[in-house]
């Protein structure tokens, strides 16, 4: 995990609370994702950003807001908790290259809405 | 559309044990291949990756060969060991996209 660092580690939240995950990355690389994971259902992708400014809607964008204000960071935003989003979340980034390319994964938050 | 199937787990094996883990999938043109570990507690690693038909990517003694025909890319490794246990995701990216789309996690289990 090394180069991609998420905060915070875990947070638990009450329903309609609001909170921001913080992701951060030291590789200079453009391209940054969130992802959820659940038991039995892999991961899926909340919200990408293929370059700094721009941000594009994933599998499962609904309830989530996303900034990428410069290049290093990507923040995932929870306006209103709701207890569906109780997950683990990753953030990842990609090394440039159309063939080659791979994803690095921060080591992820556990979010718990009650 | 496109996605990614593994086989159910959790997988339970003795240590030494041989291991095949099944992935196949659907994707419209030449999809890029990848197979990811996650040890608990942490976050997803690549372990393996294939880019185009009859590639084989290895890793740490796991393979993994990517097969059109048959739209597969199943994980093996000839001895597992203890320290192997972790949970495993075949994952697709899809030719021109940097997306990944993912399986839904296979859970190792191996016991000495």
């Known amino acids: 995990n090394a180069g991609v660092t998420q905060t915070p580690k875990f947070q638990v939240l009450k329903t309609g609370q609001s909170m921001t995950l913080q992701c951060a990355q030291d590789m200079n690389h453009n391209s940054m994702y969130w992802y959820r994971q659940d038991p039995g259902m892999g991961l899926r992708l909340i919200y990408y950003s293929a370059s700094e400014g721009t941000t594009d809607k994933g599998e499962v964008p609904n309830g989530y807001n996303v900034s990428r204000l410069n290049k290093r960071e990507f923040s995932l935003r929870l306006e209103s908790a709701a207890p569906s989003q109780t997950s683990v979340y990753f953030c990842a980034i990609t090394t440039p290259g159309q063939t080659t390319d791979t994803q690095y994964f921060g080591p992820g938050t556990r979010l718990t809405v009650l | 559309g496109n996605s990614v199937t593994q086989m159910e787990g959790p997988v339970t094996l003795s240590e030494e044990a041989f291991l095949t883990i099944n992935c196949t999938y659907t994707?419209?043109?030449?999809?890029?291949l990848f197979w990811y570990v996650q040890y608990p507690g942490e976050g997803l690693q690549l372990l393996l990756k294939a880019t185009k038909a009859d590639d084989k990517g290895s890793n740490k003694g796991f393979e993994a060969t990517y097969r059109k025909e048959t739209t597969s890319f199943h994980l093996e490794k000839g001895s597992v060991q203890v320290s192997d246990s972790a949970v495993y995701f075949c994952a697709l990216r899809l030719s021109g996209g940097g997306k990944l789309i993912f399986g839904q996690g296979t859970e190792l289990s191996v016991k000495p």
């Open positions: 994707a419209t043109g030449y999809p890029s």
